[in-house]
């Protein structure tokens, strides 16, 4: 951009695979077919926590047609995403958690015999008691949904005091308490899961599957199937949307691996979509508590943050996400000392897991609205108090998170600006209000899920003698350009076409182990190994096209596709000729990339949460048209700056960025993973049509700033954009609500029932607020006491 | 099994399926269209959006023998030869498609929408499209493409502004 | 992939055809329009016909003019009807699904459109999660458990409107011909929510001339399309001069059938509309509105916009007039 003399880097380029997106030829997983292909079809629970009593297919195994039946019998090795929560069994064993828990796997010659099979499976079941709530697992220790966990139905339970809080407190001018309550919800990839295996008369097992993390499957595949890793090949297809719902082995993956293994054929399932909301995974239902000491002018002298996430009824990524609730608090504002206490409760719902942002929309979503009634409180604006208390660049936290580059500053001041927020905020008329709020991501955890010293990411590049360039990285495409990234990184540092490097992502068996696309991690990351490799051929071809064109080395440019010396541009060859004279001294010209995130400060119990190599930063004000008659909220703008380090693609950030405004938008207003409280804690609404994704009509415009604070750590100074934008849209959109009709919902979603509650509230001189009143007794453990590094 | 006559992205095709088949499943599985893909089956997320006689339909609710001797078209028409449409130019250069799943369906009916109406508002563009999710784009790299495109197949030379591509400075 | 079950499938004609076709396949025919109805109810296994009769390819069903609107004009044809023909059809069209459903569904298709409910509108495996409902396979009304009747709720747009202008559908059956008020096509029960027999075929419409009268049609939901109605208010008045001499308050999406509410239409008589007649309108509507907790939305909330819509659909139509 501004300033840049980079040829690829930064500029709007379609991406590497745009044109077979725009003309259909990209082929998802469901899109794949392979003669003799068998069709498989789970058969879910219809009961939420029940035992197995008796499993009877012999009618189904019967129906012409069927070639296999599986159940949990045939695979009762557990597995799970996280080593500490192998909670999970690809068809359940002898107990169902929830309604659409997998219980037996059909494969047979049309999808509609498998349906029917299906149907045939009679199940006897014994029900237990069951937990539609955290609230109601905290309460009640038996029966347990899982026999382990660290209390009853409680999986998790974290205590972490940085400092002595309490003390701080009383060094407050202002303490204030608030309660607040996100309800959960899902990604809603417009992809339904599919899954394709097929197991050679060799012994060896293909799965091409819809899946972010295509390491973590076939390390599950190798686990409960009992096969040599060698001998597996997992090839992630394409992602028809991701968002986190697709990070996580799935119960789909193993059962057609493993029916492909017993009937000799290939075998493929696309889940329903109703079977989309029982993979779920995602954001948990968390109710909090947020205490803050606050100095006169808006200094922080103390926090004390609760967090109650309703996990469901798996592990999943559950411990991170509980850990995650507290980790980022400390990262925006200065938190002298502080304190988070977290737990997460098993219940009879579909498992709950990583969504875009991870845990850290709902404390975010609780934390900026409480600083914006803070600021209120001390009558100050809330972009001032924001501004005045900014975490330093280059910076350790109190929980030893060490801050790098630190754009938000930057981000307010745009906002401000551009919404002219001071012509606005408190000056509208009565039904129209702005609010703002921040946040902050991680780019990438520090570390990885199964703790081990590799790299997280890792590349191989390929030189052709014909000029070409083959990248191989185990990176994941969901929609987010990963694979546009590594080839506008290895374009930028050997001076090629982007276009003209072929791009091999995502096959266990042909590119190096990448963890997968989460926690925003693939451009800082793969970015940095593929820079690593780029650098290295270039360093190869440098050397041999120096001594060619008799220059030293260090003159030698690589630019427009030549190699070329930048003394004399006429004096040099093309980039093909450059691989062939490497090629002719050296033989094949290959080199390896790889990538480590630095050694995170922080030692305590928990601190492998949080820490990462870079932070973004986004700052976000919302206008909002609240009827007052019925409590409906519109959004006609949003306004947001995102400091991501370094645009790659300048076009594509944007695109993260609207995206996830666009989900936040959804998250704000409607979106609710919703159950029935009177009839077997079944979904309410597991469909396209009731459960509400905003369509164009309820979209707002964006306006977006990218601002570049380019971060030491990431590649050409990137860091993450694809998940934080998303944070700060729920609680700007709380805080304008309340600026344009003087109420407060402090909950997720805003619907317009609880607006028009809390303004009845208001005029009937109650304080105008809807949300939780209560965050119940936790049996916490002696917390974890690390102080601070300014007092230790 | 009827066969069932049927003019597919210009080409006049004869296909053999139970009547039972709806015309997604006659695009993707007997001819082998898997252009057009499919989000719930029900007719709740516009994902399988095809033209049939020209106007944006829900392929997943119309059988396949309720389309005989009718043109049906598909993403994989919408190309010629070396050249792509110019929606598909234009959803290609400004990201458009991120997971590029909905996109066959937005294309489909952003063309109905320019044919019907050449210069379309934004406003023109939101309704025509509000059959079709997309959890993606927040909906608009796709308006601003749809924009780009109309403009330029009524012959403009346009370019996308700036902020497009780049931001707000 | 949710699939359609196997069936056979027919495609008459002539009327006589159809009628022929459905009484040699006794209960296990259907008639269908384009089946976007139809067919997500047979993916999800709450209807099971081995045998599909198309009344698309019978030109009665899409004859049209200004007062007669055959029962097959897709709903996209129908928005952008004739001037002539009362607009409040054509906006009540338009508000119906998504355009892509709207240039396949028929005018017919949701007048006859199944009542909803969020115990029902779920797949066959969820409905065994809740031991189904006695619209299909079980014995109970889970909305109101002690109730001996069902209450899926009526969620077409069309049809509230039809109610309230005193439209008349035309039916042909095996006993021939007969004209049916709209008001008296619908019942007020989730199961035998229409009069219509099964093997009548519903033909045309019959709009009334447009001699003074006046509608408007407001629907409430969450998003601006896909939604059915959790609340539909048409709201027809003849005017007499600057006096209403008559006028019909009907809510959709509120109970099994377009209700129509007499009390709201009573106080407007003889009046002037204005901000007090309008909001005494509305309280009377208020009172007898009484949605159940079975779709989008919580049902105190619905029934206090009962309130807020009908005032609007009745100061639009105050607008219109001044």
Not at chain 1, 90 to 110: E, H, N, Q, Y
Not at chain 1, 170 to 198: I, K
Request: hydrophobic residues 40%; aromatic residues 8%; contains cysteine.
């Amino acid at each position: 951009m501004a300033g840049s003399n980079h040829r690829v880097i930064g500029k709007a380029l379609r991406k590497v695979d745009a044109v077979a997106k725009v003309t259909g030829a990209t082929r998802f997983a469901d899109d794949l077919a392979l003669p003799r292909m068998l069709y498989a079809k789970l058969l879910r629970s219809t009961q939420p926590h029940a035992r197995i009593l008796a499993i009877d297919v012999t009618a189904a195994a019967r129906l012409p047609g069927v070639r296999a039946v599986l159940t949990g019998r045939d695979l009762p090795i557990p597995f799970g995403i996280l080593p500490v929560s192998q909670d999970e069994h690809a068809l359940c064993l002898d107990k169902v958690r929830f309604i659409g828990d997998p219980v037996a796997a059909v494969a047979a010659t049309s999808e509609e015999i498998a349906t029917a099979a299906a149907e045939l499976i009679r199940v006897d079941y014994e029900p237990l008691r069951t937990f539609a709530s955290a609230e109601e697992a905290v309460a009640n220790a038996e029966p347990r949904i899982h026999d382990y966990g660290d209390r009853g139905n409680l999986h998790k339970i974290v205590d972490l005091e940085f400092g002595d809080v309490a003390e701080a407190f009383e060094h407050a001018d202002l303490v204030r308490e608030d309660l607040f309550f996100f309800e959960g919800n899902t990604h809603l990839p417009m992809e339904q899961h599919a899954a394709l295996a097929t197991y050679a008369p060799d012994g060896k097992l293909t799965l091409w599957s819809s899946t972010q993390t295509p390491h973590y499957v076939h390390r599950a595949l190798a686990n409960v199937l009992e096969l040599p890793p060698a001998r597996i090949r997992v090839i992630a297809t394409p992602n028809g949307g991701g968002f986190g719902g697709k990070s996580d082995p799935f119960s789909h993956e193993i059962a057609v691996a493993k029916l492909a293994m017993v009937t000799g054929r290939p075998v493929k399932i696309t889940l329903t979509r109703e079977e989309v909301f029982y993979c779920h995974r995602g954001r948990h239902p968390t109710l909090m508590s947020i205490k803050t000491g606050v100095k006169r002018d808006g200094s922080i002298t103390g926090m004390h943050f609760k967090s109650l996430l309703d996990g469901g009824a798996y592990g999943s990524y559950g411990v991170a996400s509980t850990y995650y609730t507290g980790a980022l608090q400390t990262v925006t504002y200065q938190v002298p000392r502080y304190r988070f206490q977290g737990a997460r409760a098993f219940t009879n719902k579909a498992p709950c897991g990583p969504k875009r942002g991870h845990g850290t929309p709902q404390p975010r979503f609780a934390l900026e609205v409480h600083v914006d009634k803070i600021a209120e409180q001390l009558g100050i604006d809330p972009a001032e108090l924001r501004l005045n208390t900014l975490v330093p660049r280059d910076s350790l936290t109190a929980n030893y998170l060490r801050v790098g580059s630190m754009g938000l500053g930057t981000c307010i001041e745009k906002v401000v600006q551009g919404s002219e927020w001071k012509k606005k905020f408190r000056k509208l008329p009565h039904g129209r209000g702005v609010g703002l709020a921040c946040s902050s991501y991680i780019s990438g955890a520090g570390l990885p899920i199964y703790w081990n010293n590799m790299p997280h990411s890792g590349v191989q590049l390929k030189c052709d003698r014909g000029g070409g360039v083959t990248v191989f990285c185990g990176s994941t495409e969901i929609g987010q350009g990963s694979d546009s990234i590594l080839a506008y990184i290895v374009a930028e540092v050997l001076g090629i076409d982007p276009f003209h490097i072929a791009i091999v992502t995502a096959d266990t068996e042909l590119t190096p182990v990448d963890l997968g696309s989460y926690s925003s991690r693939v451009t800082l990351m793969s970015g940095n190994a593929a820079l690593q490799a780029a650098e290295r051929a270039r360093e190869l071809l440098a050397l041999h096209a120096a001594r060619r064109l008799e220059i030293p080395g260090d003159r030698v440019v690589f630019a427009d596709g030549r190699v070329f010396d930048s003394r004399d541009p006429d004096t040099g060859m093309s980039f093909a000729e450059a691989v062939q004279h490497a090629e002719a001294a050296e033989g094949t010209v290959g080199t390896v990339g790889s990538y480590t995130p630095p050694m995170s400060p922080g030692k305590y119990r928990g601190a492998g949460v949080g820490p990462s190599p870079a932070y973004s930063y986004s700052a976000c004000v919302a206008e909002v048209d609240v009827d007052p008659a019925t409590g409906i909220v519109r959004v006609p703008t949003i306004w947001i700056a995102h400091d991501l380090g370094r645009a790659i693609n300048a076009a594509a950030a944007i695109g993260q960025v609207e995206g996830s405004v666009y989900m936040g938008l959804g998250e704000a207003l409607m979106e609710e993973m919703a159950y029935r409280g009177n009839r077997n804690v079944v979904h309410k609404i597991p469909s396209l049509l009731e459960y509400k994704s905003p369509t164009t009509l309820e979209m707002c415009d964006v306006v977006t700033y990218l601002i570049e604070d380019p971060d030491p750590n990431g590649p050409f100074g990137a860091k993450e954009v694809g998940q934080g934008p998303l944070l700060p849209v729920m609680p700007a959109v709380a805080n304008a609500v309340y600026d344009a009709v003087g109420v407060r919902v402090d909950e997720v979603p805003i619907t317009p029932e609880k607006v028009l509650k809390a303004l009845r509230g208001k005029g009937k001189g109650e304080a105008g607020r809807v949300g939780p009143t209560r965050f119940p007794d936790i049996p916490w453990p002696e917390p974890v006491r690390v102080p601070p590094p300014w007092e230790a | 099994m009827l066969t069932t006559p049927f003019v597919v992205n210009g080409e006049r095709v004869e296909v053999a399926f139970a009547p039972h088949k709806t015309l997604l499943e006659v695009l993707r599985e007997d001819l082998g269209l898997t252009g057009t893909k499919h989000g719930c089956e029900l007719g709740e997320c516009g994902t399988c959006t095809v033209l049939l006689d020209g106007l944006p339909v829900l392929s997943c609710l119309v059988l396949g023998v309720a389309c005989a001797n009718r043109a049906i078209r598909t993403v994989e028409g919408m190309a010629q030869p070396g050249r792509l449409h110019p929606l598909q130019e234009t959803f290609a250069d400004l990201g458009a498609a991120q997971c590029g799943y909905c996109t066959p369906a937005f294309l489909l009916a952003a063309e109905a929408l320019i044919v019907a109406n050449p210069k379309p508002s934004r406003d023109d563009i939101k309704d025509a499209l509000a059959g079709n999710l997309c959890r993606c784009t927040g909906y608009i790299k796709i308006y601003e493409a749809v924009e780009l495109a109309a403009a330029r197949m009524r012959g403009e030379a346009a370019e996308p502004a700036p902020e497009t591509l780049y931001g707000r400075k | 992939m949710l699939r359609l079950p196997a069936f056979a499938y027919l495609q008459p004609k002539t009327l006589a055809e159809a009628i022929a076709m459905k009484a040699d396949a006794g209960p296990s025919g259907m008639y269908v329009a384009v089946g976007t109805d139809l067919y997500p109810y047979m993916k999800r296994r709450h209807e099971d016909p081995t045998l599909v009769i198309s009344l698309m390819g019978i030109p009665d069903l899409r004859r049209a003019d200004d007062r007669v609107v055959g029962a097959g004009l897709t709903l996209t044809e129908l928005a952008v009807g004739p001037s002539a023909r009362p607009a409040v059809v054509a906006d009540a069209a338009r508000l119906v699904s998504t355009p892509l459903l709207r240039n396949m569904g028929t005018l017919g298709g949701n007048l006859c459109l199944d009542t909803r409910c969020n115990y029902y509108n779920q797949s066959y495996e969820w409905r065994k999660s809740i031991d189904f409902c006695m619209k299909k396979e079980g014995h109970i009304c889970w909305v109101a458990p002690s109730s001996p009747r069902c209450w899926a709720v009526s969620s077409s747009d069309i049809a509230p409107v039809m109610v309230a202008i005193g439209a008349e559908y035309r039916l042909v059956g095996p006993q021939g011909e007969r004209i049916v008020p709209a008001a008296r096509f619908y019942h007020n029960d989730g199961i035998n929510y229409l009069t219509k027999q099964p093997d009548e075929i519903l033909v045309d419409v019959r709009l009334p001339a447009p001699n003074g009268w006046d509608a408007a049609y407001h629907k409430l939901r969450r998003r601006g399309s896909f939604d059915f109605p959790v609340l539909g208010v048409a709201a027809w008045i003849r005017w007499d001069g600057t006096e209403v001499s008559d006028a019909k308050i009907v809510l959709g999406g509120v109970a099994s059938y377009p209700q129509e509410v007499p009390e709201a239409g009573a106080v407007l008589r003889g009046v002037t509309l204005g901000t007090a007649s309008i909001a005494a309108a509305a309280e009377a509507a208020y009172r007898p509105s009484k949605p159940m907790d079975n779709t989008d939305f919580d049902l105190s909330w619905r029934k206090q916009m009962t309130r807020v819509y009908v005032a609007r659909a009745l100061e639009e139509l105050r607008q219109r007039r001044v």
